[in-house]
């Protein structure tokens, strides 16, 4: 009898646990009920776990948005992109969210055939081109399984070409997943977080301040020194500012 009250409550509690919503539901319940807080306190608790997905990114920028917050809406939908770039629906939330930006800074096209790579490469993560190299490897390995036992001239020659194709499809993923990488550890940008920024020619307090940045605003990181960033706009413009008036994506 006792053994089966054991196997009874152990079942029990199985299937409690696994009736228990997980801590992403529960965000999802929070926020489809306009709680964006709890929405956003329960977010933030996943990546602080270790747990990163465009997914959750994408959900804390929109709860964010719901309240409001100019600054970190785009920085969530930012890091979603970094994940994903082709995600359309963060595309179309992260325009919404800019619209609510003071600054305007218009942004200097890149020409030639060095934005054509750059827009080629970022069309997917490094992440994405590094699956895209495995799949490659494991198709270029079932190929050759089956040049290796065919019997037929034809079937063998056809099936080596296809081998050697896919193998530098490999390659080239690599190749471009290391690239990209490169690309996004080498293009460090930041999000101005506090309500107005103000921007020196020199990181000194006592600089001459440039120009003013507000909330929202993307800049590229260029230099750290003792407490000041040195910032470069998508217009070219650069300056100073103190590290705490921003975020790092």
């Known amino acids: 009898m006792k053994k089966l009250m054991l196997i009874f409550l152990v079942f029990v509690s199985a299937t409690t646990l696994a009736q228990k919503p997980t801590l992403f539901e529960e965000a999802n319940e929070a926020y489809a009920n306009d709680d964006f807080e709890t929405a956003i306190a329960k977010y933030e608790e ?66 030639g055939f060095e934005k054509k790579i750059n827009q080629f490469l970022s069309t997917f993560s490094y992440n994405t081109w590094a699956y895209f190299s495995i799949a ?67 990181p000194s307090p006592r600089a001459e301040t440039a120009f003013s940045l507000h909330e929202g605003t993307k800049a590229k990181v260029l230099e750290d020194y003792q407490g000041w960033v040195k910032l470069e706009l998508s217009n070219g413009t650069q300056g100073w500012t103190e590290n705490n008036n921003l975020k790092r994506l």
Not at 52 to 77: C, D, E, F, R
Not at 139 to 144: E, Q
Request: proline share 3%; net charge negative; aromatic share 18%.
């Open 46 to 111: 996943i990546l602080a776990n270790g747990k990163t997905s465009v997914a959750t990114y994408y959900n804390l920028g929109n709860a964010h948005y719901k309240l409001n917050n100019v600054a970190p809406s785009i920085y969530y939908y930012e890091k979603a992109l970094q994940l994903d770039p082709t995600d359309e629906d963060v595309q179309n939330n992260i325009e919404f969210a800019r619209s609510m930006t003071i600054d305007d800074i218009p942004v200097v096209e890149e020409t």
């Open 136 to 202: 490659f490897s494991i198709i270029f390995v079932v190929l050759f399984l089956f040049y290796y036992f065919s019997r037929k001239p034809l079937i063998k020659r056809t099936l080596f070409g296809f081998a050697i194709f896919i193998f530098l499809l490999g390659g080239i993923s690599v190749f471009f997943a290391f690239q990209q990488q490169e690309i996004q550890f080498n293009n460090q940008f930041a999000i101005i977080f506090t309500e107005e920024a103000a921007v020196k020619n020199e």
